[in-house]
């Protein structure tokens, strides 16, 4: 395997041009795709003004994601205009929703391709080109595009993301994931060591490893049984010096066995993004979680046993069918208890055709999740800066990620707590190096130190 953005694209190919709104399998997943197109000939553009072929890679997770990918297809009209021969391709969880309806709705859509049709992708721009209407929307059990080396698509060279597997089998109840996403499958861990490798080996420092629920991550095919800790421990040993993250876990299959992989290796980060969606049990049940607020923090009790040193990030959802007043307030104590450094917080969206879109009323008026959301976004705020006043006077070792957006004579970087600290730059250090700071102040959002 290659890492390809360090290879001068070449070929006389048309220039395709890629938008990734969504999560980071997203990010991930449009990496994927140039990786597909550029060996069919096609060259990587940053320059939409210079597209004969644009890709939107979309998000269904909320009903505002979608409403933002529909206004910026009105806005491709004046490409459109400009290039008659420009195609506009939807890809991703929008186009496994919305499939032909998309072409229809919106008169410049040439091509829609779902999740797990990326391969197909040269050919439906070929059926597009000829004319025809260009739809592959198939889902698959199998499909990981395990042996594909993504074209790194980020700007800085230290840390990249690796899916490991695809789908999801959790059918929460407000989520379309399952639906645009098809069943959870694990890709073979061979290919993830030997991307991570090779992802060391030209200079990166950190891969961050993606599932919808890396917990329940399984191979098991030809003699070779690997579960997430033994992946997690195999990726690890590739360095020290290379940072592991792993993002999303389920509450449900959080083990024990998985916090003490952890503890065993200095370079498997201590952060854990465990959403909980709410603090209320009875919320948890109808949200089909499988966990109580109980189990929730029991959870929690391990991880601050085995991890001292661990920050904890969540999701949480605002006004769920029948929320009360009290299950919101068993959600701001929920956050209280746990002290959670950060959290992506949310007004629930209903999405067509899951389970709550079909049982379930949707009928916490907007207005009052708006307020339990602002309520929610203040505590978390409060706990943010109470949990970065704590590392003030501390040393962290820091990853350097890039200059500062703020100041050219600062760099920015993280912590293994996944914490950012901006300190002033010296002319020894440089992007990619690991480097001792002391913490002097803060914010509710970031560190300020000095290097020591
Ligand atoms: N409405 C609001 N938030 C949602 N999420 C998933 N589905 C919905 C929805 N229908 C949130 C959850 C999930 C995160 C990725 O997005 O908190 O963890
Ligand atoms: Fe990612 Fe979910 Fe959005 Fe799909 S719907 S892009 S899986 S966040």
């Given amino acids: ?41 096609f060259r990587y553009t940053e320059d939409i003004a210079q597209a004969d072929v644009i890709f939107v890679n979309t998000c269904s997770i909320r009903d505002n994601a979608e409403q933002r990918i529909w206004g910026r297809l009105k806005e491709f009209k004046q490409y459109k205009k400009r290039n008659k021969s420009l195609l506009i391709g939807i890809i ?50 199998e499909e990981t595009y395990a042996e594909i080396s993504p074209v790194r698509l980020d700007k800085n060279g230290v840390s990249a993301f690796i899916s490991i597997m695809r789908g999801c089998n959790n059918m929460c109840a407000y989520c379309v994931v399952p639906y645009t996403r098809g069943t ?49 421990a195999a990726v690890a040993e590739i360095s020290p010096l290379l940072r592991v993250r792993f993002s999303t876990s389920h509450p449900k299959d ?12 200095p370079n498997l980060c201590r952060a854990i993004h465990l959403p909980a969606q709410s603090g209320s049990t ?13 189990w929730y923090l029991d959870r929690i009790a391990s991880i601050r046993r085995i991890l001292p040193d661990c920050a904890i990030s969540t999701d949480i959802i605002a006004g769920f069918c029948t929320e009360t007043e009290q299950d919101h307030k068993d959600t701001l ?24 879109a079909r049982h379930f009323k949707d009928d916490v008026p907007d207005d009052v999740k708006t307020q339990r959301l602002t309520q929610i976004i203040q505590l978390q705020n409060e706990l943010s800066l109470k949990s970065n006043k704590k590392d003030v006077g501390r040393e962290f070792e820091v990853l350097i990620e890039g200059v500062s957006k703020r100041s050219e004579n600062q760099f920015f970087g993280r912590t293994s707590q996944n914490k950012v600290v901006v300190f002033d730059r010296k002319p020894s250090l440089k992007i990619g190096d690991y480097v001792n700071v002391k913490i002097n102040d803060c914010s509710s959002a970031t560190l300020m130190g000095e290097v020591i």
């Fill in 333 to 356: 104590s929920l956050m209280e208890s746990v002290g959670y450094e950060s959290a992506f917080m949310f007004k629930y969206s209903e999405r067509p055709n899951t389970k709550a």
């Fill in 1 to 41: 395997m290659d890492i390809k953005n360090l290879r001068p694209l070449t070929g006389e190919g048309r220039k395709i041009y890629i938008e990734t709104y969504g999560c980071q399998m997203n990010v991930n997943d449009s990496e994927v795709v140039l990786s597909i197109m550029q060996d069919e000939g």
């Fill in 254 to 265: 959080l083990s024990d066995e998985l916090l003490h992989t952890m503890a065993r290796y």
């Fill in 92 to 141: 991703g969880c929008m186009a496994e929703r919305l499939k032909e309806e998309l072409i229809e709705k919106e008169n410049i859509v040439d091509i829609v391709a779902g999740p797990d049709s990326y391969r197909d992708l040269p050919r439906l721009v070929r059926q597009a080109s000829d004319g025809a209407t260009a739809v592959n929307v198939l889902l698959s059990r």
């Fill in 184 to 232: 959870e499958r694990s890709r073979n861990p061979e290919t993830i060591i030997a991307e991570a490798k090779t992802l060391f080996e030209g200079g990166y420092r950190e891969v961050t490893l993606l599932g919808q629920n890396v917990n329940s991550y399984l191979w098991n095919k030809d003699g070779n049984k690997t579960d997430f800790p033994a992946l997690l």
């Fill in 282 to 294: 009875r919320m948890l049940e109808l949200m089909n979680r499988k966990y109580s607020r109980e």
